[in-house]
C-alpha cells in the first residue's frame, strides 16, 4: 500500500510499490526522489486544476 507521505509547499513526497509507480509513469510525469525506497515526488503549479488532482488520486487508488 501506499507508505510515507509528506508535503513541501506544491510537493508531495511519497512511497508506494514499485509496479504502482511504473504504472503511473505510463500517464503521468513525475520524478524519483530516492528511487532505492520508491519515493516519488509530485509537484503542482499554478495552473494544475482539482480535476487533475482528483483523476491522479483515482489512479493511485486503483491501482493499489
Do not use: C
Not at 39 to 62: A, C, G, W
Amino acid at each position: 500500500g501506499l507508505g510515507d507521505v509528506y508535503k513541501r509547499q506544491n510537493q508531495l513526497f511519497l512511497t508506494m510499490p514499485r509496479p504502482v509507480i511504473d504504472e503511473l509513469l505510463k500517464d503521468y510525469f513525475f520524478y524519483f526522489w530516492d528511487e532505492a525506497i520508491h519515493e516519488i515526488r509530485f509537484v503542482t503549479s499554478f495552473d494544475t486544476t482539482e480535476e487533475d488532482i482528483e483523476q491522479l488520486l483515482q489512479s493511485v487508488k486503483r491501482l493499489l
